[in-house]
Antibody, heavy 118, light 106 residues
Framework: EVQLVQSGAEVRKPGTTVKISCKIS????????MHWVQQAPGKGLEWMGL????????IYAEKFQGRVTLTADTSTDTAYMDLSSLTSEDTAVYYC???????????WGQGTMVTVSS | DIQMTQSPSTLSAFVGDRVTITCRAS??????LAWYQRKPGKAPKLLIY???SLESGVPSRFSGSGSGTEFTLTISSLQPDDFATYYC????????FGQGTKVEIK
């Protein structure tokens, strides 16, 4: 069974950085791009970017460019999302997700809540 | 960037109603469109991909149609488990979600 298991909830102060992990199982890590999606309270889903675990290539959404870093560690089958210069606007649930059949996201992690508060 | 606009933002309906949600793309995306269902505290769930292909395990009361810039998600007979927020997503050029449609109990 394909699974994406994310790290636990985080609380950070404004201006700091958060790192979230997404550990995969049930498939070959390098077979699919790993995407990250943000959902802020009361807001919709927002695509943040992707990393290709095969070669580490990344594509970032313009909104997050310069603040987000996506990486993939093939030795541990784990993807990471770093988000820096946090503000209260970054308080949200963050999901990792993969497209295994088309480019739609059919497998999702359980989500990680990040709270930014002074 | 391709913008996705859903309507309505909120929809109130009875169990058993036929429900239709519309999604419009700012430019043609062919059939590169997906629909997701999201419930509070849970990850989004893929319902439809390629505009009209039903994801495995999704009830047949869900259907999708459209191509180019206009798409619809239809629930033929709303069930209690269907009250949730629905999002469209284009994946023709990068990835963009609509703003969501909340389906509420009337």
């Amino acid at each position: 069974e394909v699974q994406l298991v994310q790290s636990g909830a985080e609380v950070r102060k404004p201006g700091t950085t958060v790192k979230i992990s997404c550990k995969i199982s049930g498939y070959t890590f390098t077979d699919y791009y790993m995407h990250w999606v943000q959902q802020a309270p009361g807001k919709g889903l927002e695509w943040m970017g992707l990393v290709d675990p095969e070669d580490g290539k990344t594509i970032y959404a313009e909104k997050f460019q310069g603040r987000v870093t996506l990486t993939a560690d093939t030795s541990t089958d784990t993807a990471y999302m770093d988000l820096s210069s946090l503000t209260s606007e970054d308080t949200a649930v963050y999901y990792c997700a993969i497209p295994t059949m088309t480019d739609a996201f059919d497998i999702w992690g359980q989500g990680t809540m990040v709270t930014v508060s002074s | 960037d391709i913008q996705m606009t859903q309507s309505p933002s909120t929809l109130s309906a009875f169990v058993g109603d036929r429900v239709t949600i519309t999604c419009r793309a700012s430019q043609s995306i062919s059939r590169s469109l997906a629909w997701y269902q999201r419930k509070p505290g849970k990850a989004p769930k893929l319902l439809i991909y390629k505009a009209s292909s039903l994801e495995s395990g999704v009830p047949s009361r869900f259907s999708g149609s459209g191509s180019g810039t206009e798409f619809t998600l239809t629930i033929s007979s709303l069930q209690p488990d269907d009250f949730a927020t629905y999002y469209c997503q284009q994946y023709s050029s990068s990835w963009t979600f609509g703003q969501g449609t909340k389906v509420e109990i009337k």
